[in-house]
C-alpha cells in the first residue's frame, strides 16, 4: 500500500474463502492528516478491494487489486488504483 500519514481503521478482511486457494474481499478506511506522498483530494479516503492467493509448500503466493478515493464526498477525487503481487512465509519460518 501507499506510504501515507494519519490513522488507518482495522482493515475488515470481509469474505474468504480457504483451502489451497483464497479469496478475500478487503475493506478500510483512512483518516490522514498532514504530510503524505500522495493528496486524494481529502483527509478522508476509503479503499475496497480483492485478494486471490494460492498456498505453496512454504508460504502463500497472491495478488491484490485495491480502489482508493475519497467516495465522492468533496468535489476533488482524485482516485488511485492499486495492483499487488505478495508473497507470506508463516511466523514460524524464522
Known amino acids: 500500500m501507499t506510504a501515507r500519514a494519519g490513522r488507518s481503521a482495522p482493515r475488515s478482511p470481509g469474505a474468504t474463502l480457504r483451502g489451497p486457494r483464497s479469496y478475500t474481499t478487503t475493506r ?51 482516485e488511485v488504483e492499486l495492483v499487488l503481487l505478495t508473497y507470506s512465509l508463516p511466523l514460524d519460518f524464522f
Open 28 to 78: 478500510g478506511t483512512t483518516y490522514s492528516k498532514g504530510r503524505s506522498s500522495k493528496d486524494l483530494g481529502s483527509v478522508l479516503q476509503f479503499e475496497s478491494g480483492l485478494e486471490v492467493a494460492y498456498q505453496l509448500d512454504l508460504g502463500r503466493i497472491g495478488g491484490q487489486i485495491s480502489h482508493m478515493s475519497n467516495a465522492g464526498i468533496y468535489e476533488d477525487n482524485p
